[in-house]
T-cell receptor
Framework: AQKITQTQPGMFVQEKEAVTLDCTYDTSDPSYGLFWYKQPSSGEMIFLIY??????QNATEGRYSLNFQKARKSANLVISASQLGDSAMYFCAMREGNTDKLIFGTGTRLQVFP | GAVVSQHPSWVICKSGTSVKIECRSL??????MFWYRQFPKQSLMLMAT?????????EQGVEKDKFLINHASLTLSTLTVTSAHPEDSSFYIC??????????FGNGTRLTVT
């Protein structure tokens, strides 16, 4: 069965520093997709970055990059140059096969301090 | 870009009453939409897949007679929580995808049953 694990309930980072949020996954399907979403206190889910299982290069979107290590089944999110507005919950999610159903991890609460 | 709108943002209802939540794709057609539930400080759990013109597909453990889903048009899916009870109080959030874009989420509905 597919599974997403986020082992860090909370993380602190100083403004302008980089931070890595961990995510490991488990699936038997060779075709899958990995996502990171940000959820501020207001509740909406904001898409950040996507990595397909067959993508050769690590995905990057502005200050966000995904450290995809397929053999280790990890898809860590790296946020560079943290900003106070980055404080939020971050969820890793996986899409298995060609479905649109997402399985979410338990999330990591990131707090950025001045 | 693709936008998913959800209404209402929050609702308070009395135990035993029914509540309807709407999910609209504003600038694209969505044959499939997804409904998630998120309890406080927990992750998002998929409840059901809403299919335009046909019956919804419910995840294991989700009561289809309690959580009625109607997807009557390509831009609107509704979730009705029937005979709501305090344990149904939660954050309900829908999502949809346009073409090959990542899933976009609505802003969510916070339901409180008194």
């Amino acid at each position: 069965a597919q599974k997403i694990t986020q082992t860090q309930p909370g993380m602190f980072v100083q403004e302008k520093e980089a931070v890595t949020l961990d995510c490991t996954y488990d699936t038997s399907d060779p075709s899958y997709g990995l996502f990171w979403y940000k959820q501020p206190s207001s509740g909406e889910m904001i898409f950040l970055i996507y990595q397909g299982s067959y993508d050769q290069q690590n995905a990057t979107e502005g200050r966000y990059s995904l450290n995809f290590q397929k053999a280790r089944k990890s898809a860590n999110l790296v946020i560079s140059a943290s900003q106070l507005g980055d404080s939020a919950m971050y969820f890793c999610a996986m899409r298995e096969g060609n479905t649109d159903k997402l399985i979410f991890g338990t999330g990591t609460r990131l707090q950025v301090f001045p | 870009g693709a936008v998913v709108s959800q209404h209402p943002s929050w609702v308070i209802c009395k135990s035993g009453t029914s509540v309807k939540i709407e999910c609209r794709s504003l600038d694209f057609q969505a044959t499939t939409m997804f409904w998630y539930r998120q309890f406080p400080k927990q992750s998002l759990m998929l409840m059901a897949t809403s299919n335009e013109g046909s019956k919804a597909t419910y995840e294991q453990g989700v009561e289809k007679d309690k959580f009625l889903i109607n997807h009557a048009s390509l831009t609107l899916s509704t979730l009705t929580v029937t005979s709501a009870h305090p344990e149904d109080s939660s954050f309900y959030i829908c999502s949809a995808r346009e073409g090959n874009s990542p899933l976009h989420f609505g802003n969510g509905t916070r339901l409180t049953v008194t």
